[in-house]
């Protein structure tokens, strides 16, 4: 495994025997959800067997790609691009075309810069809409139609565009009468689960991502989840902040002083959020990078309201040395730090966080990866799934639908004159 939880600091905030009570009830659940029949249809990321599906065609379609490609244009919304653009801005180092997102935003400056970049550039692009009918990326999928009507023939333009959508939807009708490649997105898996389908899996390969290596982190996790229902990571993250909700603590910060994490961050915001926030109940996610944030919001979390838990994501090694030296002439006063490479300098800062943030009274928590790989990201990714189910199981709230979105886009669509 190249990921571990730290529960350490929480001795100070939650007793011992409580904890493992907890623990237990949350590790029913865990073996629950991986034993059930799914019949709500709402479990199918639970194991692999939705990634498999037409892996051999994505694989194809991603070299010719890589190949092909100057940019490779992600058009999607919420759970439908963030864990692929999480891991895809993270290891950017990977070999691939440039990566664009569209169908995120409805800001005219936004479209209007992503179009200028692709101008003169060869592009392909993948739509990813479950049901189809969401604003952003319906929207979006029209602009650039027109725009590649204008750069490419009609044969051309069929290679270069991939739909990933559900069965029987408008989506896979218009990849029919076009040519487009269609890929699958799973009946049984929401948006926010959606990491290792085709809806993920499909754009990692198009960069230039180690899909293998991804699929390997997930499947570590998930075995981790049915040999150890009681013990492992998901459930005993899921168990102490759930125990946290329960004396107050409802606001979750996810920090981390790996910029690297940032759109991870915004994956996880979304997975909570969406997955807790009902019935007047949840934990409220938000989320900062470090240290850059602490000097925005340090204040605040040593000293503010106690309502707070802070889950840190660490990494043990950083892939990278910068080594401060010496300078005597110049005189900054900064000589304390001669030799130092800036991995033991933030190392540092982050334990003096870590540590003062609990003596103030947020309790801490701490994922750790050894490295920023795919097959951390696909170990994360599984945990925080699992936990997120656990837990909103425990708050009793249905941690898979999202009534709530959908009461406010039907507000939109009924202020933008869209029949029903």
């Known amino acids: 495994m190249s990921v571990s939880l730290d529960l350490s600091k929480l001795n100070l905030f939650l007793n011992e025997e409580e904890l493992q009570l907890h623990q237990k009830i949350a590790g029913e659940i865990c073996r629950e959800i991986l034993e059930k029949e799914d019949t709500e249809n709402v479990l199918g990321w639970r194991t692999l067997e939705q990634s498999a599906v037409q892996l051999d065609v994505m694989r194809e379609k991603a070299r010719e790609i890589r190949e092909n490609a100057d940019v490779f244009v992600i058009v999607g919304v919420g759970g439908s691009n963030q864990a692929a653009r999480a891991m895809i801005e993270a290891l950017k180092d990977r070999k691939g075309p440039e990566v664009l997102y569209l169908g ?8 209007r810069h992503v179009l200028e970049q692709i101008e003169g550039k060869s592009i392909y692009i993948d739509v990813i809409a479950k049901n189809f009918e969401t604003l952003e990326p319906g929207s979006h999928f029209r602009i650039l139609r027109q725009w590649m009507r204008k750069h490419y023939t009609k044969e051309e333009m069929a290679k270069r565009v991939i739909v990933t959508g559900t069965y029987g939807s408008r989506l896979e009708e218009i990849a029919k009468e076009n040519g487009f490649l269609f890929l699958s997105f799973p009946e049984s898996v929401g948006g926010r689960y959606s990491a290792f389908t085709p809806v993920g899996l499909f754009p990692a390969l198009a960069a230039g991502l180690d899909a293998d290596g991804f699929l390997k982190g997930v499947q570590l996790a998930m075995d981790d989840c049915r040999k150890n229902p009681e013990n492992n990571p998901a459930v005993r993250y899921g168990a ?3 125990l946290l909700y329960e004396k107050g603590y409802d606001i979750e910060m996810l920090v981390s002083f790996e910029p690297q994490y940032e759109y991870f961050t915004k994956w996880w915001v979304q997975l909570f959020g969406e997955s807790e926030g009902k019935e007047k109940k949840g934990i409220f ?7 850059e944030d602490l000097h925005s919001i340090g204040q605040y979390m040593q000293d503010g309201r106690r309502n707070l838990i802070e889950t840190f994501v660490s990494v043990q090694n950083p892939k990278a040395t910068v080594v401060i030296e010496p300078d005597p002439e110049f005189g900054d006063r900064f000589d304390y ?13 982050e334990k003096a966080t870590w540590d003062a943030h609990a003596r103030g009274g947020v309790p801490c928590i701490r994922f750790q990866a050894d490295e920023i790989t795919e097959e951390s990201f696909g170990e994360l990714y599984y945990y925080f799934m699992m936990a997120c189910a656990v837990s909103g199981t425990l708050m009793g709230v ?11 886009k039907r507000s939109m669509f009924a202020a933008l004159g869209k029949d029903k």
Request: charged share 20%; aromatic share 14%; hydrophobic share 35%.
């Open 285 to 291: 996610p938000a989320a900062a990078i470090y240290s």
């Open 337 to 349: 730090l001669d030799g130092m490479d800036f991995d033991q300098i933030n190392k540092a800062a």
């Open 240 to 242: 102490a902040r759930h």
């Open 104 to 111: 995120n935003t409805l800001s005219p400056y936004y479209i």
């Open 398 to 408: 249905n941690p898979f639908d999202q009534e709530g979105v959908e009461e406010y």
